[in-house]
């Protein structure tokens, strides 16, 4: 079985891969393209060129909204301030999956945390 800190490491390992995948990416999509304008062109004509590409898009921001909302919601009960949680929302709508990655680390053995899971809403 996994320890606390054993699992806190391979998110966080996992968040900065994942985090250098994006950049690594993002860098060879605008190069590919010639510069960021014309990268973000093509996709804009890809995206209302294929519906399936629009439906794909359109269900991953669906997604990344209810997990920032989620998100949003387990700061506040975790005792996140304001400028913090808006600090969190605003990293995670910039570089996605790293910072929720980084988020669930911290959520390891924060007393804060522990039972929050499993009262729903409301059950206070």
Do not use: C, K, N
Not at 36 to 56: C, E, K, M, Q
Request: hydrophobic share 60%; proline share 5%.
């Amino acid at each position: 079985m996994l320890t606390r800190g054993a699992i806190r490491v391979a998110l966080l390992s996992l968040a900065l891969l994942f985090l250098v995948w994006e950049a690594y990416g993002a860098a060879q999509w605008v190069s590919h393209a010639g510069g960021v304008g014309p990268a973000l062109r093509h996709f804009w004509t890809l995206l209302h060129g294929d519906w399936i590409l629009l439906v794909v898009v359109t269900d991953l921001l669906l997604i990344a909204g209810v997990v920032l909302a989620g998100l949003w919601i387990d700061a506040a009960r975790r005792g996140f301030t304001l400028p913090r949680r808006m600090l969190v929302a605003v990293a995670f709508i910039v570089f996605g999956s790293p910072v929720l990655l980084w988020y669930l680390a911290s959520r390891i053995g924060d007393p804060a945390s522990r039972g929050a899971a499993a009262s729903p809403p409301g059950d206070a």
